[in-house]
Every structure is written in structure tokens, then in C-alpha cells.
């Protein structure tokens, strides 16, 4: 088992920055390739950023890059996303997951999740 905690969500204004993290336990992190998911409400679960173990290879969303940077430390097992010029269509839920070994942009090939964090942007 993994276990995902994210934090750093919370209210901000468009054109703000806000860096959420995902602290992650319970199995041998550089195993897992990391990524971001959002939820909004009413909609589907969205892909937004994926980082291998290493963090040598990285997909992003269309609707987020240049703007979003996700990154990791494997020695806090930790993982990031960074999140600039925020607009009110990237208010969401953002989630955190763990895919063993894999990278992927597909949310049902992820094996571990956390609970989430709200992010809202305001116009």
C-alpha cells in the first residue's frame, strides 16, 4: 500500500500561484511514477501532469503547460506541482496518485490515491 496526503490547496485570484505537495509512504517511492489529476464538479476526472521516478520524463495537459510544473524529491518522497497564472477554469479538486513503475495520462491505470485538496480560483 501507498498512502497520499496532498496539501497546499485553498482560495486564490486569477494570475496567482499557489505549489501544492504530495507526501507519500508505505512503499519504496522512486517505484512509483507520480501524478496530478483534477475534479471538478459535475465533470470527469482530468489529467493535468505526470513525472517518471527520476523525474527525467514529464507530460503535461495542453491547458496547463507553461504555466504548471510538476516536480519531485525522492528524498522526501514527496511530489509538487507548482502552479502559476491560475485561472477560474482550473478551479478543481486536484488530486495526487502513484502508478507503479509507469508513467501514464490515464487516471484508471493509477494504482494509489490521495484524498484530494481544493483549489479555487477566484475572478
Known amino acids: 500500500q501507498v498512502q497520499l496526503v496532498e496539501s497546499g490547496g485553498g482560495l486564490v485570484q486569477a494570475g496567482g500561484s499557489l505549489r501544492l505537495s504530495c507526501a507519500a509512504s508505505g512503499r519504496t517511492f522512486t517505484n512509483y511514477a507520480m501524478g496530478w489529476f483534477r475534479q471538478d464538479e459535475g465533470k470527469a476526472r482530468e489529467f493535468v501532469a505526470a513525472?517518471?521516478?527520476?523525474?527525467?520524463?514529464?507530460y503535461y495537459a495542453d491547458s496547463v503547460k507553461g504555466r504548471f510544473t510538476i516536480s519531485r524529491n525522492n528524498a522526501k518522497n514527496t511530489v509538487y506541482l507548482q502552479m502559476n497564472m491560475l485561472k477560474p477554469e482550473d478551479t478543481a479538486v486536484y488530486y495526487c496518485?502513484?502508478?507503479?513503475?509507469?508513467?501514464?495520462?490515464?487516471?484508471?491505470?493509477?494504482?494509489?490515491w490521495g484524498q484530494g485538496t481544493q483549489v479555487t480560483v477566484s475572478s
Open positions: 513525472i517518471n521516478w527520476g523525474g527525467g520524463s514529464i
Open positions: 496518485a502513484a502508478n507503479y513503475l509507469h508513467m501514464s495520462t490515464s487516471a484508471p491505470e493509477y494504482d494509489y
